[in-house]
């Protein structure tokens, strides 16, 4: 079966700092979803990439899919404490189907 | 405002009764699922549906019934035979192929 494992498992920088997350699976990645969760709430989608290669950004927070579509790379440039909190990737499980596997997350703080 | 609803917030129980969590969405999506998360564990799949009056088990369903009369609602209900019921309960719902949306959480202690 499909594992995702995430490096670090925890993450302390300093205000302004960049940082990077990463996604690595055991298995070819057919869609991998990048999440945010703030403890004891729910989850935020960030984005989804699909294609090898592929590049996404939404404010400050960039993620890219490997040509392989084995490893994804989350990447926060100039972290702001709004960004603390734990991410987690998700991965399709299969070429067409439902389910979402995902990674035990990142959890990440932001020092002031 | 569009988006998936989960009641209660925090909810309390005693050992050996059940207990139903209900997740409520308005999105037209349908396919939903039901995760439960433990610390350190990430996200685990307890049950999912991908149309009305169908659905499937995830990895962990054991101790666990759910029920899809309505596109909207999914309760799932947390029986007395599930050993660690103590834990964080997430439910999404997605359009088939794309990503899901998470309700704000459930989160029962059973004492």
């Known amino acids: 079966s499909q594992e995702l494992e995430q490096s670090p498992q925890s993450l302390i920088v300093q205000e302004g700092k960049n940082l990077t997350i990463n996604c690595t699976s055991s298995?070819?990645?057919?869609?991998l979803y990048w999440y945010k969760q703030k403890y004891g709430e729910g989850l935020i989608f960030l984005m989804m990439l699909q294609k090898g290669g592929e590049e996404k950004s939404h404010e400050k927070i960039t993620a890219k899919l490997d040509e392989k579509k084995q490893q994804s790379s989350l990447h926060i440039t100039a972290s702001q404490p709004s960004h603390a909190g734990i991410y987690l990737c998700g991965a399709d499980a299969q070429v067409i189907n439902d389910k979402i596997i995902f990674g035990k997350g990142t959890r990440l703080h932001i020092l002031p | 405002d569009g988006g998936i609803t989960q009641s209660p917030k925090y909810l309390f129980r005693k050992e050996g009764q059940n207990v139903t969590l209900s997740c409520e969405q308005n999105?037209?999506?349908?396919?939903m699922y039901w995760y439960r998360q433990d610390p350190g564990q990430g996200l685990r799949l307890i049950y999912y549906?991908?149309?009305?009056?169908?659905?499937q088990k995830g990895d962990i369903a054991e101790g666990y019934s759910v029920s899809r009369e309505k596109k909207e609602s999914f309760p799932l209900t947390v029986t007395s035979a599930q050993k660690n019921p103590t834990a964080f309960y997430l439910c999404a719902s997605s359009i088939s192929g794309y990503e899901q949306y998470f309700g704000p959480g459930t989160r029962l202690t059973v004492t």
């Open positions: 298995k070819t990645l057919y869609g």
């Open positions: 549906s991908q149309i009305v009056n169908d659905f």
């Open positions: 999105l037209n999506h349908d396919a």
